[in-house]
């Protein structure tokens, strides 16, 4: 059975990753960071929830949990690997084409992608494609 939140929160460490790999979290990443949050979380509730869970936003609540939590990009992004390989099927072909494009835009939000980037969203993508 699909947790919508749980499910978004899961999508969230992994954006969240992308955006903090080179060991910073600028001010333009966090912006974009939310605004992919907020975006894939539109996508999943429009498609999942009823009309009573479309109202309530997770998105600043997973950036500031994973702000506080103070874990390296690493570890969010092995969270989300192990929650992912657990669920795979809840992740349609649309939404991994979502959550890939999300990634690019987190990645060049700031100077552009760095070498890091372009390492964890090649990881991403085998991962998309090899479960």
């Known amino acids: 059975m699909l947790s919508i939140d749980e499910h978004i929160s899961?999508?969230?460490?992994?954006?969240?990753?992308i955006a903090a790999c080179d060991g910073n979290l600028h001010e333009?990443?966090?912006?974009?960071?939310?605004?992919a949050i907020q975006e894939y979380?539109?996508?999943?509730?429009?498609?999942y929830s009823t009309e009573d869970e479309k109202g309530s936003s997770i998105a600043d609540l997973v950036v500031?949990?994973?702000?506080?939590?103070?874990?390296?990009s690493n570890t969010q992004f092995i969270k989300f690997k192990n929650y992912f390989e657990l669920r795979s099927e809840e992740f349609c072909?649309?939404?991994?084409?979502?959550?890939?494009?999300l990634a690019q835009k987190i990645a060049s939000s700031y100077a552009k992608k760095n070498k890091?980037?372009?390492?964890?969203i090649a990881k991403i993508s085998l991962l998309?494609?090899?479960v």
Do not use: P
């Open 10 to 17: 899961q999508v969230g460490r992994l954006f969240y990753a």
């Open 28 to 35: 333009a990443e966090l912006k974009t960071l939310q605004y």
């Open 41 to 47: 979380e539109d996508i999943v509730k429009t498609k």
């Open 64 to 72: 500031q949990s994973a702000i506080d939590e103070k874990q390296d």
């Open 93 to 101: 072909r649309e939404q991994k084409d979502v959550i890939l494009s």
């Open 116 to 120: 890091s980037e372009i390492v964890l």
């Open 128 to 130: 998309f494609n090899t």
